[in-house]
C-alpha cells in the first residue's frame, strides 16, 4: 500500500471555527510532512515530523496547529483562520527525512475560509 | 538556502522528446536533485532523482552535469497525459519545491 490519505477532500469553514485535517499513511514511514498550496503556485513546506517529534516549522502562524499522535496518522488543527489561508493542504510521507528519500503525497484537502 | 529556477511554462506536441532544464546554483554538496509532476487538484507524484551523471527509469532520464548548479528532465515521446506541473527540487532534504514548468502537449 503506497497510498496516503487525507479527510475530508474539501473544507469550509468561518473564521471563529475550530476545524482538523487529517492524513493517514500505512508504508511504515517516519517522516510526515504539512505543505501549503496556492492556485498556481507551488506547494509550500509548513511541517516536518521525524519520528513523530516536529522537527521543521517554516514559521506557520500559531493558528495552525500540527499533530503527529503515532507513525501513521498527521493532524493539522485549524483555528481562527483567515480567508487567506485558503488554499489546497497537502500531507506526504517519506520513509525518513533527507534528500534521497521519495515523497509520497496525499491527493490535498481543498479549504475555503469564509 | 538553495533555491531552484525552472521555466514558467513549455508547449510541445503528442511524440516529442520534452526537455526540461533547472538551475540550482547554490546546491549543497550532500543535496539530491529531485523532480515531481503534478495533475490539476492531485498531489505532486515522484518522477526522478539523481545526484550526478544520468539517471534513466521507465518514465524519464535525468541529466546532471559534473558542476551540479543545473539539471535536465528529459521525457522521452510525451502523450497528452503529460500535460502537469514539473517541479525541481535540489535543496535541504528536497522538501522546498521550485517555480515549477507548466508543460502543455499539443496534438
Known amino acids: 500500500d503506497t497510498e496516503v490519505t487525507q479527510t475530508p477532500k474539501h473544507l469550509v469553514m468561518g473564521m471563529t471555527n475550530k476545524k482538523s485535517l487529517k492524513c493517514e499513511q500505512h508504508?511504515?514511514?517516519?517522516?510526515m510532512y504539512w505543505y501549503k498550496q496556492k492556485a498556481k503556485k507551488p506547494p509550500e513546506l509548513m511541517f516536518v515530523?521525524?519520528?513523530?517529534?516536529?522537527?521543521i516549522n517554516e514559521s506557520v502562524p500559531s493558528r495552525f496547529s500540527p499533530e503527529c499522535p503515532n507513525s501513521s496518522l498527521l493532524n493539522l488543527h485549524l483555528h481562527a483562520l483567515q480567508p487567506e489561508d485558503s488554499a489546497l493542504y497537502l500531507c506526504?510521507?517519506?520513509?525518513?527525512?533527507?534528500?534521497?528519500?521519495?515523497?509520497?503525497f496525499g491527493p490535498g484537502t481543498r479549504l475555503t475560509v469564509t | 538556502l538553495a533555491k531552484t529556477t525552472q521555466p514558467i511554462s513549455m508547449d510541445s506536441y503528442e511524440g516529442q522528446e520534452v526537455n526540461i532544464t533547472c538551475s540550482h546554483n547554490?546546491?549543497?554538496?550532500?543535496?539530491?536533485i529531485t523532480w515531481y509532476q503534478q495533475f490539476p487538484s492531485q498531489g505532486p507524484r515522484f518522477i526522478i532523482q539523481?545526484?550526478?551523471t544520468k539517471v534513466t527509469n521507465e518514465v524519464a532520464s535525468l541529466f546532471i552535469p559534473a558542476d551540479r548548479k543545473s539539471s535536465t528532465l528529459s521525457l522521452p515521446r510525451v502523450s497528452l497525459s503529460d500535460t502537469a506541473v514539473y517541479y525541481c527540487?535540489?535543496?535541504?532534504?528536497?522538501?522546498?519545491f521550485g517555480t515549477g514548468t507548466r508543460l502543455k502537449v499539443l496534438a
Open positions: 515530523y521525524s519520528y513523530e517529534k516536529l522537527s
Open positions: 539523481g545526484y550526478k
Open positions: 506526504a510521507s517519506s520513509q525518513e527525512t533527507g534528500a534521497t528519500y521519495e515523497q509520497y
Open positions: 527540487l535540489g535543496a535541504r532534504g528536497g522538501d522546498i
Open positions: 547554490n546546491i549543497a554538496t550532500n543535496d539530491y
Open positions: 508504508m511504515g514511514h517516519r517522516a
